[in-house]
Every structure is written in structure tokens, then in C-alpha cells.
């Protein structure tokens, strides 16, 4: 059983910047790419951004130069620094693992950018 849990949410100014935290229970994180994702009231789930277990990495166009995932393995743990904040930013993230054993969501984190 894989747990993950979200943490690091809060609210911002534009321009500033937060760091989001998900750890992970469970032996299957190292070998498994991780995803962060966002929801906006109103809007579909988007993906953000994504990192493979090689520590490859995606994102979406509308958080490129501006957001950077990573991820400790010895931590199970990914991480989402999110810099130049803006309020079009504002969501409630939720990070993924889609593994064979099954796909995973954490519990979410509200982030929220004032103007």
C-alpha cells in the first residue's frame, strides 16, 4: 500500500514563492515516475509537471521556467518549487504516482496567489 501526503500549500503574493513537499510511503517510489498536479475551481485536473525515476523531468508550458520538480529518493519524497508565483496559479495540487501496483494521489494542497 502506497501512501502519499502533500504538504507546503499556503498563501502568496504574486511573485512569491512556495515549496511543495509529497512523501511516500511504500518501496515502489524509487522505481516510478512521480507527477504533481493542479485543480482550479471549476477546471479540469491539469498536470504540471513530472520526474522520472532516472530524475528526467516534464512540465506543462504554463509553469515553464518557473516551477522545478525534484525528487530524494533516500527520502521518498518529491518536491515542487514554484517560483514568480502568479494568481492563474492558484489550485489545489495533488502529487501522483501511477505505478503497476496501482495509481496513487495524495490528500492535495491548497496553493493560493493573490494579486
Known amino acids: 500500500q502506497v501512501q502519499l501526503v502533500e504538504s507546503g500549500g499556503g498563501l502568496v503574493q504574486a511573485g512569491g514563492s512556495l515549496r511543495l513537499s509529497c512523501a511516500a510511503s511504500g518501496s515502489i517510489f524509487s522505481i516510478n515516475a512521480m507527477r504533481w498536479y493542479r485543480q482550479a475551481p471549476g477546471k479540469q485536473r491539469e498536470l504540471v509537471a513530472t520526474?522520472?525515476?532516472?530524475?528526467?523531468?516534464n512540465y506543462a508550458d504554463s509553469v515553464k521556467g518557473r516551477f522545478t520538480i525534484s525528487r530524494d529518493n533516500a527520502k521518498n519524497t518529491v518536491y515542487l518549487q514554484m517560483n514568480s508565483l502568479k494568481p492563474e496559479d492558484t489550485a489545489v495540487y495533488y502529487c501522483n504516482l501511477a505505478a503497476i501496483q496501482g495509481n496513487y494521489w495524495g490528500q492535495g494542497t491548497q496553493v493560493t496567489v493573490s494579486s
Open positions: 520526474i522520472s525515476s532516472g530524475g528526467s523531468t
